[in-house]
């Protein structure tokens, strides 16, 4: 009896050699580029939480040179943040305090150059397209109208709509060319919130323009519709 199950179990013992002999080097193989993934990701996630640390101690430094109105500080500060942590939320927000003191103190094409990095480079469509709304207006003040028209062009973020609009209407008024403001002006107007105070601005610019909006048309058109 003893003699059968040991050659039973040298049988299947054997036939475990086979199919390591066989199969073994693949398995090997998966089990350890499984691991190395895990490794892998477990790294890259430690690393991105380091570099988001770090980040975010570089911008409380910009933050307080912001405050302070230290320009030199601040620019110096946001070209390190650039240099080693690109790729963070807190440098695309960095790019947008920098290039506001820069302008404030009288540096114009240091504001434009951080406005740009962060229209090219930011990470969330809304800072890109936040960037290219100031940069367009920047480049407005510079009389670079189809510059301007061009960063208009790239405000993708839907809520930024009715606001890169109004800028292009301002651009279009620069350039003189009424027809086209009224339009975009118009298009802002329609597309803002109505609970937005901005909106009055724009139907001034539209009344300059002998084009004010017909506020009580909507209202009008749903009375009629409920009373039916």
């Given at each position: 009896?003893?003699?059968?199950l040991d050659?039973?179990?040298?049988?299947?013992?054997?036939?475990?050699?086979?199919?390591?002999?066989?199969?073994?080097?693949l398995?090997t193989?998966?089990l350890?580029?499984a691991?190395?993934?895990?490794?892998?990701?477990?790294?890259?996630?430690?690393?991105?939480?380091?570099?988001?640390?770090?980040?975010?101690?570089?911008?409380?430094?910009?933050n307080?040179?912001?405050?302070?109105?230290?320009v030199?500080?601040?620019?110096?500060?946001?070209?390190?943040?650039?240099?080693?942590?690109?790729?963070t939320?807190?440098?695309?927000?960095?790019?947008?305090?920098a290039?506001k003191?820069?302008?404030?103190?009288?540096?114009?094409?240091?504001?434009?150059?951080?406005?740009?990095?962060?229209?090219?480079?930011?990470?969330?469509?809304?800072?890109?397209?936040?960037?290219?709304?100031?940069?367009?207006?920047?480049?407005?003040?510079?009389?670079?109208?189809?510059?301007?028209?061009?960063?208009?062009?790239?405000?993708?973020a839907?809520?930024?709509?009715?606001?890169?609009?109004?800028?292009?209407?301002?651009?279009?008024?620069?350039?003189g060319k009424?027809?086209?403001?009224?339009?975009?002006?118009?298009?802002?107007?329609?597309?803002?919130?109505?609970?937005?105070?901005?909106?009055?601005?724009?139907e001034?610019?539209?009344?300059?323009?002998?084009?004010?909006?017909?506020?009580e048309?909507?209202?009008?058109?749903?009375?009629?519709?409920?009373?039916?």
């Amino acid at each position: 009896m003893a003699t059968h199950l040991d050659l039973e179990e040298q049988e299947q013992l054997d036939q475990l050699k086979a199919f390591w002999k066989q199969y073994g080097n693949l398995i090997t193989w998966v089990l350890i580029l499984a691991l190395a993934g895990f490794a892998g990701w477990t790294v890259w996630n430690n690393w991105k939480q380091d570099q988001a640390v770090k980040a975010g101690a570089l911008y409380e430094e910009l933050n307080k040179a912001v405050q302070a109105g230290d320009v030199d500080k601040t620019s110096r500060v946001f070209a390190d943040m650039k240099e080693r942590f690109a790729g963070t939320g807190y440098t695309q927000q960095a790019a947008l305090l920098a290039a506001k003191l820069q302008y404030d103190k009288g540096q114009p094409d240091a504001a434009n150059a951080s406005l740009a990095w962060a229209a090219e480079n930011a990470a969330e469509t809304e800072y890109r397209s936040i960037a290219r709304l100031r940069l367009a207006g920047l480049l407005l003040d510079a009389k670079k109208y189809d510059e301007a028209l061009k960063q208009l062009d790239g405000v993708t973020a839907n809520e930024f709509a009715g606001l890169a609009a109004d800028r292009r209407g301002d651009v279009l008024m620069a350039q003189g060319k009424k027809d086209e403001a009224k339009t975009a002006y118009a298009q802002a107007w329609k597309t803002l919130d109505e609970s937005l105070e901005y909106r009055r601005v724009i139907e001034a610019k539209l009344s300059v323009l002998d084009a004010a909006p017909d506020a009580e048309a909507p209202k009008a058109a749903a009375s009629a519709g409920v009373g039916k």
